[in-house]
T-cell receptor
Framework: AQRVTQPEKLLSVFKGAPVELKCNYS??????LFWYVQYSRQRLQLLLR??SRESIKGFTADLNKGETSFHLKKPFAQEEDSAMYYC????????????FGGGTRLMVKP | DTEVTQTPKHLVMGMTNKKSLKCEQH?????MYWYKQKAKKPPELMFV???????INESVPSRFSPECPNSSLLNLHLHALQPEDSALYLC???????????FGSGTRLTVV
């Protein structure tokens, strides 16, 4: 079975500092990895997909199959980045079954 | 229209009540989902509908009964729930696996 692990429940950084939210996964096949974000009182929304290799709001994430990781990074954190971040995985042959990690709350202090 | 709309936003029901949660999307997505989210926990998959047919049921108790009347609508019928079923129920839809999901804002359910 697939599993997604986010080792940090809470990450607190100062504005302007670099941010890295860790995500590790276990799955023997070829997964598709995502980052979702939930700002306060807003709905869960897609932030990044590994397949598109894009940068959204300054965030990037690279899939490292050797380390089975998909860490989310941003060089300079902003206060508006404070939110709950979920790493998620779907098997490409699983009938669209998305599995979430436990989530990391990012707090960016002024 | 790029949203998933869920109604009602809040629902309080007794353990003997029957109620339904509704979800609607007009993005042409052919996969729709129900997730349950408890406080400070990640969403947990309940059901997956693909092309209006139930494709995944994650061993959800029968007091939760999903229904997909057409490609734009998804319902979750509730009957004889328990207080521990109180949670945020999220609906989502997707075009395919690679495109990611679009989530609704959820229905916050309280069972008393």
């Amino acid at each position: 079975a697939q599993r997604v692990t986010q080792p940090e429940k809470l990450l607190s950084v100062f504005k302007g500092a670099p941010v890295e939210l860790k995500c590790n996964y276990s799955y023997s096949g070829s997964p598709e990895l995502f980052w979702y974000v939930q700002y306060s009182r807003q709905r869960l929304q897609l932030l990044l997909r590994h397949i598109s290799r894009e940068s959204i709001k300054g965030f990037t994430a690279d899939l490292n199959k050797g380390e089975t990781s998909f860490h989310l990074k941003k060089p300079f954190a902003q206060e508006e980045d404070s939110a709950m971040y979920y790493c998620a995985l779907t098997r490409n042959n699983a009938g669209n079954m998305l599995t979430f990690g436990g989530g990391t709350r990012l707090m960016v202090k002024p | 229209d790029t949203e998933v709309t869920q109604t009602p936003k809040h629902l309080v029901m007794g353990m003997t009540n029957k109620k339904s949660l509704k979800c609607e999307q007009h993005m042409g997505h052919r996969a729709m989902y129900w997730y349950k989210q408890k406080a400070k926990k990640p969403p947990e998959l309940m059901f997956v509908y693909s092309y209006e047919k139930l494709s995944i049921n994650e061993s959800v108790p029968s007091r939760f009964s999903p229904e997909c009347p057409n490609s734009s609508l998804l319902n979750l019928h509730l009957h004889a729930l328990q207080p521990e079923d109180s949670a945020l129920y999220l609906c989502a839809s997707s075009h395919g696996t690679s495109s990611g999901y679009t989530f609704g804002s959820g229905t916050r359910l309280t069972v008393v």
